[in-house]
């Protein structure tokens, strides 16, 4: 079975363009996760959505981050503007919510480097 | 608020050599789960061990072994017979109850050196 899919694996973009990662999560996965990490701040959970439905964006850092989930196979984390401090890497994971606090899968990671 | 602490940032064994990764708690909740995840250098997250706060039994898997004690908050790691494919970051990972129990609260991480 296919795991977690991220794209792009890599980005470099420069200061103020808008950048946009994406995630397939594992098929039949109701939840999905996108995290942060960076050396300063180790792995930082952004936002998390159940069914499709955002529960938790507290640990979005600021408006320029916004994420979106249309469908039960797709997300994506949109940074506009990017600044060099949004350098990271950043995953996105999926589990299956059929019981409390079910295991995280994660994707390979973008790591985004912004100029 | 919940915290897990790593306190050990990096470990170096020669190989064949035991080694234990040390994890502490802090959760006001009764019911809690925790992880362990493993990052190797290629850098994806790779799901090890989850245990809900209500088995405190102690878990082999292989070389791999948890210890869970409540008593001291800890949930430490040991790798029996260490070999190079172990080195990598190992992350301790708490999820609460309350609310859904599905935010992960990470330890800061271990480096494990493993040289032959």
């Known amino acids: 079975d296919a795991g977690v899919i991220q794209s792009p694996r890599h980005e470099v973009t420069e200061m103020g363009q808008e950048v946009t990662l994406r995630c397939k999560p594992i098929?039949?996965?109701?939840?999905l996760f996108w995290y942060r990490q960076t050396m300063m701040r180790g792995l930082e959970l952004l936002i998390y959505f159940n069914n499709n439905v955002p529960i938790d964006d507290s640990g979005m850092p600021e408006d320029r981050f916004s994420a979106k989930m249309p469908n039960a196979s797709f997300s994506t984390l949109k940074i506009q503007p990017s600044e060099p401090r949004d350098s990271a890497v950043y995953f996105c994971?999926?589990?299956?919510?059929?019981?409390?606090?079910?295991?995280?899968?994660f994707g390979p990671g973008t790591r985004l480097t912004v100029t | 608020a919940q915290k897990v602490t790593q306190a050990q940032t990096e470990i170096s064994v020669v190989e064949k050599e035991d080694v234990t990764l040390d994890c502490v708690y802090e959760t006001r909740d009764t019911t809690y789960y925790l992880f362990w995840y493993k990052q190797p250098p290629s850098g994806e997250l790779v799901f090890l061990i989850r245990r809900n706060s209500f088995d405190e039994q102690n878990e082999i898997s292989g070389r791999y072994s948890w210890n869970f004690q409540k008593s001291t908050s800890s949930f430490n790691f040991t790798i029996t017979a260490s070999q190079v494919v172990d080195s990598a970051v190992y992350f301790c990972a708490l999820s609460e109850a309350a609310g859904g129990g599905n935010k992960l609260t990470f330890g800061t991480g271990t480096q494990l050196k493993v040289e032959l």
């Open positions: 098929s039949g996965h109701n939840s």
């Open positions: 994971a999926s589990s299956l919510r059929d019981r409390l606090a079910a295991e995280q899968y």
